[in-house]
């Protein structure tokens, strides 16, 4: 019996397109650093490393971790001392790019849907971000962090999407088993694979879908928002 439902949050219950996000993301955080000394390309390129090396990360740190020590041997010592800077950017400019998300009042009544079944309701977003990065894309969204009963980040995460450890660890975090858990995203591969490699039921959010291998989805169960409100309710 399903007991938890776990969401994913960029383009899920956060509608966005997220190639037009990273381009304003990259944009934003240029803008900040580069009067700091930093090249707008070589800060892009760090970034992407320093995510794959949080990607690759395989729990012996945290996320947070993997990030800062792939990106300082990118871009050397100095991006430790400004870590602060980066720090305010995600307090303050990163919020600019709320301007690329799109709202969707059925998300709300999703969430509230389940509550009201009495089921448990857990945030669970690569943690790729900072906590006040995800913090801010969960009130973008039109949700306060405390209504999840957890989310993931990268100071509290040691695995990404699409590795099923990265399920397992949150399931260990809120003292659940994964036949008691249902994840509900927008992205065959990390949302759907990976969680059903880590044991979870499974529902595929087409409204805003990642199929970057045109995989066959019929395997999964799937629609838009709506269709999931009422798989709920029935």
Known sequence: MITTVLFDLDATLLPMDNDEFIKVYFGLLAKKLIPYGYEQDSLVKAVWTGTEGMVRNDGTCTNEEAFWNTFKNTLGEKCLQDKPIFDQFYCNEFNEAKVVCHDNPLTRKAVETIKRKGLRVVLATNPLFPAIATESRIKWAGFEPEEFEHYTTYENSHYCKPNPKYYLEVLDHIGCRPEECLM????VIEDME???????DVFLITDHIINRKNADISSYKHGSFEDFISYMES
């Not at 509900?184 to 992205?187: Q, T």
């Not at 990976?194 to 979870?200: I, K």
């Open 194 to 200: 990976a969680g059903v490699a880590a044991g979870l």
């Open 184 to 187: 509900v995203g927008n992205d």
